[in-house]
């Protein structure tokens, strides 16, 4: 995971042009693969890495400036989530995250992962679509909508099924 994280900070636009014409233009591919090198290198130079970059401003193409945001909040529930860690965010950051893959122009949200089901957020003021509703805490909706099965059990409503068909493996 830190691997991951730090690899858009130390590999550059050009470099990652030429990962995805060498991926065929896969996105996941180029990404898993340049991750792999990054974690070639030593932990400790990874955390170093993460130390020494915490004020970059990095946005991925395409994105928007929430990106980074969700994109850490993600991966830091990925982690918090499945070992019964907390994890509390910030009603701000939840909120913007929600926000950003409700309307994700990219990959982060599989399509028609949203279809039909309206979402709404146990915790915070924040509801998004249409249709069977899935209720629960903000972190389990991030992770469920992003694709991740983790946080399932913590989801209510009559179309938790629906979209547990469409995000398990």
Known sequence: MVAHLT?????????FAIAMI????NFD??????????AAHPFEELIRILDQKADTRFTPPGEGPEAPLTDVLLHGLDIRWPLGLPYDIPSDRALTALNAVAKAP????GKGTM????FEATDLDWTHGT??????????LLLAITGRGTALSALTGDGTELLRTRIAP
């Open 29 to 38: 591919r180029a990404n898993e693969r340049l991750t792999r090198r990054q």
């Open 22 to 25: 060498l991926a065929a233009g």
């Open 131 to 140: 249709g069977a509703t899935v209720r629960g805490p903000a972190p389990a």
């Open 115 to 118: 279809s039909g089901i309206r």
């Open 7 to 15: 690899m858009p900070l130390e590999v550059s636009i050009p470099k």
């Open 106 to 109: 990219s990959g982060i949200v």
